[in-house]
């Protein structure tokens, strides 16, 4: 189905450039997880993030996509349910596809959180004073958190949390929607290597806690006087309970390096650049303004968020010239050996 309904017209892109690799990723990287970790009281709450991941995901497709209520009404479509009714008697595959993927999305996202504190098990934090040093050098002698602290207050903190959560969501949607194309194959393929691979390797060989659990991890009291927010401040003593009771409960895990928010939002400005050029500003805007968040709220040293976007575009070239031999593998392998 997925080759018949989501190839390019040249035959040579289609929808299993990204799918398959994808779905390998998130299989290898759960079932690492289950193997290693010694406690999996967190397995099965991790699982409730993917109705949650579904259901935002429902809406943000039926009110915001191209084919979304919203867009049919700002273009003045009489009907736009019946417009979307017919869209999915008639492009019910592609609409497969899209759930298909955004699903794996999710199942991906949950072998991440069984990943996150099983990472905390294996290695100690030892770089937070590094790190720390490299942004003060950064910024001319200054914590940046200092400059930035006026930034913290309860709606930025939504934003910075739930706010990138939708926004990611749209994202992925949006190179979903899209045509076959080695762009798209790319950009999917890029962003689960940032959570299966890129993230936990990373933070194994550079691990640090972030400047909110500084003092906690023995540090010294550098960034006590971070303003968080009271959900902020609730959060992060879950966390550092969780981490030093050793569990894996639902949502735990602390991992500053690299910023895997800042990451996926470098990926977000990617896959706009690519796709929709003409909304690059407002989501760079955006961008920069979670990458500042990072910071002022102490979930990440500047550092951080330098190696995740980094990281987010090396995945993406990295993505786009491994595709280019697979298609040319695939190619071969369904012409057969050139006859003479």
């Known amino acids: 189905m997925i080759?018949?309904?989501?190839?390019?017209?040249?035959?040579?892109?289609?929808?299993?450039?990204?799918?398959?690799?994808?779905?390998l990723l998130t299989i290898a990287s759960g079932t690492a997880?289950?193997?290693?970790?010694?406690?999996?009281?967190?397995?099965?709450?991790a699982l409730s993030l993917l109705p949650l991941w579904i259901m935002v995901a429902?809406?943000?497709?039926?009110?915001?996509?191209?084919?979304?209520?919203?867009?049919?009404?700002?273009?003045?479509?009489k009907s736009p349910l019946a417009h979307l009714v017919d869209a999915?008697?008639?492009?019910w595959q592609a609409g497969l596809l899209m759930v298909i993927g955004m699903v794996l999305a999710g199942l991906n996202m949950v072998t991440f959180m069984w990943t996150k504190?099983?990472?905390?098990?294996?290695?100690?934090?030892?770089?937070?004073?590094l790190l720390a040093r490299i942004d003060h050098i950064l910024f001319l002698g200054n914590d940046p958190w200092r400059l930035l602290s006026w930034m913290n207050n309860v709606p930025t903190a939504l934003f910075y949390h739930r706010g990138w959560f939708a926004m990611m969501i749209a994202c992925l949607l949006m190179v979903l929607s899209r045509a076959p194309s080695p762009q798209k194959s790319a950009l999917m393929l890029a962003y689960f290597l940032l959570w299966s691979i890129f993230g936990p390797m990373v933070h194994l060989l550079l691990p640090a806690g972030g400047p909110?659990?500084?003092?906690?991890?023995?540090?010294?009291?550098?960034?006590n006087d971070i303003p968080l927010p009271e959900e902020m401040q609730k959060m992060s003593t879950y966390l550092w309970s969780t981490y030093v009771a050793g569990g894996f409960g639902p949502g735990s895990g602390i991992s500053a390096m690299p910023s895997l928010h800042i990451a996926t939002t470098g990926w977000m400005?990617?896959?706009?650049?690519?796709?929709?050029?003409r909304w690059t500003l407002p989501m760079a805007a955006l961008g920069l303004l979670i990458f500042l968040l990072s910071i002022s709220l102490g979930w990440h040293y500047a550092a951080d968020g330098i190696v995740g976007a980094a990281g987010a575009?090396?995945?993406?070239?990295?993505?786009?010239?491994?595709?280019?031999r697979e298609r040319t593998w695939w190619r071969r392998r369904e012409t057969g050996p050139a006859r003479a």
């Not at 017209?9 to 990204?18: K, N």
């Not at 039926?62 to 273009?75: E, N």
């Not at 500084?214 to 009291?221: I, K, N, Q, T």
């Not at 090396?314 to 280019?324: E, K, M, P, T």
């Open 33 to 45: 997880a289950l193997l290693i970790m010694p406690d999996h009281a967190g397995v099965l709450p």
């Open 88 to 91: 999915a008697l008639n492009r």
């Open 269 to 277: 400005i990617l896959a706009v650049r690519t796709l929709a050029p």
């Open 117 to 129: 504190p099983l990472l905390n098990f294996l290695v100690p934090f030892w770089t937070d004073p």
């Open 212 to 223: 909110i659990f500084f003092d906690d991890l023995g540090y010294g009291s550098r960034f």
């Open 3 to 23: 080759d018949a309904v989501a190839t390019n017209e040249g035959g040579d892109v289609a929808e299993r450039d990204w799918l398959i690799p994808c779905t």
């Open 58 to 77: 429902a809406i943000l497709a039926a009110f915001c996509g191209p084919t979304g209520l919203f867009s049919m009404i700002r273009a003045g479509v």
């Open 313 to 324: 575009y090396g995945a993406y070239r990295l993505s786009l010239r491994w595709l280019a």
